[in-house]
Each structure stands twice: as C-alpha cells, then as structure tokens.
C-alpha cells in the first residue's frame, strides 16, 4: 500500500515556512486589491451584468484572502505584517488596474494579465511546497483554483462579447493596456517576486486618469434608471399585486448592494474583518436582485420596461455619511426585518402558503437566511462598534436616518436636486 495516503513527492525539501508565508501574502495582496477595485468598478460599470459579476468577483477574493491571512498566521506571520504591502511594484500595477477606464481595458487587465499571474503564482507554489508539512496550504490553493480558473473562463467570454462591439481604436487601445500592465507586473518579478526588480518600460507606458466614483448611479442604455422607488409601476391591491411588488422589491436590490459597495470602497481604517464582512453583504444583494429577475423573468416580465431603482446609491453618496448609510440598511431595515410579523419569515410564508410559487418560495427562504446574517453585521459594526453595544443609541440613530431619507427624497418630487440642495451632501 502507497504511504502518506497516496500523497506523492513526500521526499521533497520544499520551502521554508518564511519563504511560504512571503509567498502567500503576495498573492493575497493581490487579492484584497482586487476586492477594492471590483468593488469600486461594480459602481463605475454601467454594464448591468458586469456590476453584478464583479460584486461576486469581489466576495471571492475576500473569501480567498481571508484564508491566505488565516493560514499565514499559522506559518507565524502576523496580520499585521500580512496586511501591509509587500512591493510598491505590485502597488502600481494595482494602482494601474484600478484606472482601467473602460470595462473592457477592465477585463483585459483582470482577466488577461492579473488573475492569471496569481494563477501561476498558485501553482508555483503548489509544485515547489513540501507536500507533507504544508498539505494545509496545498488543498486551499486546489480549492481557490477552482473558483480562479471559473473566474477565467467568464472573464474571457465576457471579453470576447466586448471585443465584438468594440471599434478598431478600443481593440488597439485595450492591447496597448494588456502590454503596459504586463511589463508592470514582469518588473516586480511577477506575483511570486522571483525575478529581480527592475524599472518598467517608460516606453510602454499608457495614460491613465486617477479613478473616480461616478456622480449617479449607473446602467446601461436597455435602461431607464429612477430615485424614487417603483416609479411609473402600479401594483393592485390584491395578492398578486403583493406577489409582484415582492418581485419588484427583490430586483431593485442591486441599488442596495450599491449603497454597500460606496460604504466599502470609501471607508478607510476599518478593521479588515469589516471588509470582508461588507463584500459578503454586497454580493449577498446582488443575489437577491438576480433572486427578483429570475423570479421577473420565468413569468415573462420584460425586466427593462420598468424604470429600475437607484435610489440607495444617491442617498449613499448625498443624504447620508457612510455609518448612516450602514446604520439606515442593517438597523432600520435589515434588523427591523426580523420582526414577525410581518419581516421576512412572513414573506416567505406568503410566498408558500398564499401565492404557493416555489421559486419564490426558495428565493424568499434564502432571503431570510442571508437577512438574519446581515441584521448581525449591523449588531456587530453598528451597535456594538459603533454604539458600544447600546441598542437603544443605535436605534435611534436608526430611526434619524429614516427621517433624513424622508426629507431627501422630498428633492426628487420634482426632479434632480442640484448643488446646495438640503440634505444633498457632498458633490
């Protein structure tokens, strides 16, 4: 019988626990740069089906971080020294990646230059870490693989769907990008850092402006987009008409993930756990937008006919500082939904036992699922965090927002607001 339970190699020297931990903590670097500029690009991205990809882009490379973090520990490298940059190279090219200035020069970057060095990086690591002592290590890169290589094989389809609707200049200017950040990423010695650094090409260099955060929210032209919620849509008042409100409520939650996304992207110093906890919530809304589209789409809805809601991300950016924003989603509304009834519990109940639509059924039930996760992300970084665990401060600062949200939609009853507006914020 084979030793080791089959394990082959065992009589390779491998790395050395610091050469591990030097290796992993630059391809989880990586990753929580990717989270942060998915993050912020999934607001850029007026691309419906891309700001919804690249929120669940976003989650995994939290979850792929989080264990690379976690396993550094173990090869005796602190969080604190994890989390700090490890190259100002890998920074530019980061820094580059984030300026990507169309959603194709996006996708280039991720998909044909970024993902797969960490890819290679991965199986690099694989191929040269002992496989006895460091079998931990070994089956979280084959797992991440997984997720890396589907990333991939989307990342690519997508591209070559831009890349047919792209003009000649675009094409150009996206193998222009391609090459640029490549010899970026050669000059740091590549993900791994093996090779010596050296200066990049001046000569390859591309232009790129510092991103910014769109003024609105953004779609793409099969939509009309609107503040005010369920505007021009008039739901009966019957069963059914509750049934397609419940639809309706479901779709538009990809403005929701918005508001988070914002939260995420511009808040600074927050522990990492907060990070990884909002790119969860983030992508966990996403799913339940695609949850009401589905639900829209089996029953034959056109799901562009209806101008689709965008309110949280205006009310993110101009009504509400970003605890504001967290508080109003996780306390006013999240926690408040577990309430029974009605809440969360009873919208599933009416979905089974009232309308008796499965899919609905099955939507509705992970709806509250992923619900009393979120209402403990507001217990967690909202009243114990940010309250010091008083509830009723909480609440109260819950219930403000509420009033704050009134008197900011109160602008949209005739039209945009414009600077200087009452409760518009910071433009």
């Known amino acids: 019988m084979h030793p080791f339970m089959g394990i082959e190699h065992w009589d390779r020297i491998g790395l050395s626990v610091e050469e591990s931990s030097r290796r992993l903590r630059r391809i989880g670097f990586v990753d929580r740069q990717l989270m942060r500029i998915e993050v912020g690009h999934m607001l850029a991205r007026p691309e419906y089906e891309i700001k919804g990809a690249l929120a669940r882009l976003a989650w995994q490379e939290a979850k792929h971080n989080e264990e690379l973090r976690n396993r550094c520990k173990q090869l005796r490298l602190s969080s604190v020294a994890y989390d700090k940059c490890p190259d100002a190279g890998l920074q530019l090219l980061m820094d580059r990646t984030l300026e ?14 970024v993902k797969p060095a960490q890819i290679a990086a991965c199986r690099a ?56 950040l490549t010899d970026l990423l050669e000059a740091c010695g590549g993900i791994e850092g093996q090779s010596a650094a050296r200066t990049p090409d001046p000569l390859l260099a591309v232009p790129s402006k510092a991103f910014a955060l769109p003024e609105r929210s953004t779609r793409d032209e099969r939509f009309t987009s609107s503040v005010v919620k369920f505007k021009d849509i008039e739901f009966a008042d019957s069963d059914q008409g509750r049934f397609e409100l419940m639809m309706y409520s479901r779709y538009f939650e990809m403005t929701p993930a918005e508001g988070i996304a914002y939260v995420h992207f511009t808040t600074e110093g927050k522990p990492w756990a ?15 937008s695609w ?25 993110a ?37 009232i309308v008796k639509d499965p899919l609905m059924t099955t939507f509705q039930d992970f709806d509250w699922a992923d619900e009393v996760v979120h209402a403990g992300f507001g217990q967690k970084w909202i009243i114990d965090a940010l309250h010091s665990g008083d509830s009723a401060k909480a609440m109260a600062a819950a219930e403000a927002t509420v009033c704050k949200r009134v008197e ?5 009853e005739n039209g945009t607001p414009t600077k200087g507006t009452p409760f518009a914020g910071n433009y």
């Open 317 to 353: 950016q101009y009504a509400f500082d970003n605890d504001e924003t967290y508080t109003h989603l996780t306390i006013a509304i999240e926690k408040a939904a577990m309430k029974y009834p009605p809440g969360k519990r009873e919208e599933w109940e009416f979905c089974r036992d």
């Open 100 to 113: 990507s200035e169309s959603t194709l020069l996006l996708l280039t970057a991720l998909f044909k230059v």
């Open 291 to 315: 949850f009401g589209e589905a639900a829209l789409r089996v029953k034959g809805y056109d799901v562009y006919s209806k101008p689709n809601w965008t309110g949280w991300y205006e009310m």
């Open 408 to 412: 900011f939609m109160k602008q949209y």
């Open 125 to 180: 690591y694989m191929e040269l870490a002992q496989p006895l002592v460091d079998e931990p290590t070994i089956s979280l890169l084959k797992h991440q693989l997984i997720d890396r290589e589907d990333q991939i094989g989307w990342g690519l389809s997508a591209i070559g769907e831009l890349a047919t609707a792209a003009s000649s200049e675009e094409l150009q200017l996206a193998a222009r990008w391609e090459t640029y």
């Open 274 to 288: 907060f990070y990884f906890d909002t790119a969860r919530h983030l992508w966990d809304e996403v799913r339940h």
